[in-house]
């Protein structure tokens, strides 16, 4: 027999390789249906880690908007509050005002003639 003869050892010897191809094969495929498998896991966790981070930002926006509106009632009501101060105080001036005139009427007429005098004459000065 010569070195290239494969009479003998053709069928022989090609049934082990084959097998070993068909076996390495076979793992291939079960690999890439494995990888595929975890790659379907992997985006569907992603997927459920994304809508849950969603939830947490729409619930993190939702309660700073709630204290943005609760911060803008307690500014509103503290303005309110400053106004309403104000109010009062202006309204004691105009009482102590009226009151002062009731007790002195003359002087007050007075007083208001020189402020009135004064206004006047700063006035016309300023034409000149």
């Given at each position: ?12 010897a090609a049934s082990p390789l ?111």
């Open positions: 027999m010569s070195p290239t003869d494969t009479t003998h050892n053709g069928p022989a084959k097998n070993s191809l068909g076996e390495a094969g076979s793992h291939l495929k079960q690999a890439a249906r494995d990888a595929g498998d975890a790659i379907k896991g992997a985006s569907g966790a992603a997927g459920d880690e994304l809508r849950v981070g969603k939830a947490h930002v729409k619930s993190d926006l939702a309660d700073s908007a709630l204290a943005g509106i609760s911060a803008a009632e307690h500014a509103s009501a503290a303005a309110r509050e400053q106004a309403d101060v104000l109010m009062d105080k202006g309204r004691d001036l105009i009482d102590s005002a009226a009151e002062l005139i009731r007790e002195r009427p003359i002087a007050s007429f007075g007083a208001a003639f020189a402020a009135g005098w004064i206004i006047a004459k700063l006035a016309r000065s300023g034409d000149k």
